[in-house]
């Protein structure tokens, strides 16, 4: 068991040797005035029960620097029970200059794809050269637009990735959340900067109307609720359209609440945790299973130390898989201007076996919770 855990150790830093390579390659994109020449878009917001979050994500589209005229908002409102749809259509009648509409997805959910039928149906309305799809709980800034479709312009991209932040917060749990996803963020970023895209985030996605169409949208095999977002990028891959993109550009940035609770938080992991064998290639699976296999590697080891006392066999692991971590993340915080959620770094080593392993394990049982949904 030591040995493996040694060599889950090393060839775990040795992937995030690989990431901070990626991460590296990546030019940080300089912000630049709309050209005239960008496409017309279409910003694709599916929004379940999101009364709290609908207006300042609908507001932030009123100080956009790109023309009003080459921007549309397609809300698609996914079977909300509270007042989203009646705020998104005041929203829309105060604001007759912004081109806004919403729409009700395909009522047929027989085949549970929920947010995917959502985003398709919002696809299907759309008047855009260029989809983007984003989230009703996400906040973007005034250069938002405009950063995108010049990039896209620019480097004629099949799909691009731009960064997702979660708010800091002020409590550790929303604060340990925003240090993790900003490792996620740098793993998927980096995979796009080393040619080999691992993931990415439909919050803050683009692409070209006519390739969703050519790759079948999110028709599959496999009726899953969740994955839209690596689902598309892997579609895409496969017929062989390798201009994935990811915009490094603060500019580019949506930004979304972390979970108020552990429960929510655990809910969220597991539902993210379980598609990871449906819509993921087979690199990304292999790199999923040394990552959970450490961790809980580590979780028995750190167990061993009652029983044997040697406690080098848990520490000397960790150190391996520490140090190459801890370079990603500080990169990446200090793009992110977060540098001061480094200061959780060593907590979360501690919690991060127990909690990975939790996650791992309870993901392949049952069925999870999203929005009063089961998926």
């Known amino acids: 068991m030591v040995f493996i855990v040694y060599i889950l150790s090393i060839s775990y830093a040795i992937f995030i040797c690989w990431c901070i390579a990626g991460w590296m ?26 009364e709290e979050n609908i207006y300042g994500c609908l507001d932030d589209f009123l100080h956009q620097d790109y023309p009003k005229e080459r921007f549309e908002i397609i809300v698609v409102n996914d079977h909300s029970t509270d007042s989203t749809a009646e705020l998104v259509k005041k929203f829309i009648a105060a604001n007759p200059g912004l081109k806004g509409k919403i729409i009700k997805p395909d009522s047929n959910q ?17 008047a855009g050269t260029l989809i983007i799809t984003t989230d009703a709980d996400c906040r973007r800034g005034s ?3 405009s950063t995108i479709a010049r990039f896209y312009h620019q480097h004629h991209s099949n799909l691009i990735s731009a960064p997702v932040f979660i708010e800091s917060g002020k409590t550790w749990i929303e604060k340990i959340q925003s240090l993790e996803f900003l490792g996620l963020i740098a793993i998927g970023a980096a995979s796009i900067g080393n040619k080999m895209p691992l993931m990415c985030n439909g919050a803050n996605l683009a692409f070209p109307k006519f390739l969703f169409y050519e790759v079948d949208g999110y028709n599959s095999k496999k009726n899953i609720a969740t994955g839209d977002d690596t689902q598309l990028l892997m579609k ?19 930004t979304t609440q972390a979970k108020k609770s552990l429960n929510e938080l655990l809910q969220q992991r597991q539902r993210w945790a379980s598609k990871i064998p449906l819509h993921m290639n087979a690199f990304t699976i292999f790199i999923a299973g040394i990552a959970f296999f450490l961790h809980f590697g580590l979780l028995v080891q750190a167990a061993m130390i009652f029983i044997t006392g040697n406690a080098w066999n848990f520490i000397i692991p960790l150190l391996i898989k520490m140090i190459p971590e801890f370079i990603l993340l500080t990169m990446i915080c200090r793009f992110a201007r977060k540098s001061h959620l480094l ?3 060593l907590p979360a080593q501690i919690i991060y076996p127990i909690y990975i392993s939790f996650v791992g394990l309870t993901s392949l049982f049952g069925r999870h919770e999203w929005k009063g949904r089961t998926q």
């Open 25 to 50: 390659r990546l030019p940080e994109e300089k912000d630049k005035p709309p050209t005239g020449d960008e496409p017309y878009v279409s910003v694709i917001i599916p929004a379940r029960n999101e």
């Open 110 to 126: 027989e085949n549970n794809l929920y947010k995917k039928q959502a985003i398709t149906g919002g696809i299907n309305s759309a």
């Open 143 to 145: 250069k938002w637009l």
């Open 343 to 345: 200061n959780l770094f």
């Open 236 to 254: 895409i891959i496969n017929r062989g359209k390798n201009e994935i993109h990811f915009l490094k550009s603060l500019s580019a940035t949506v």
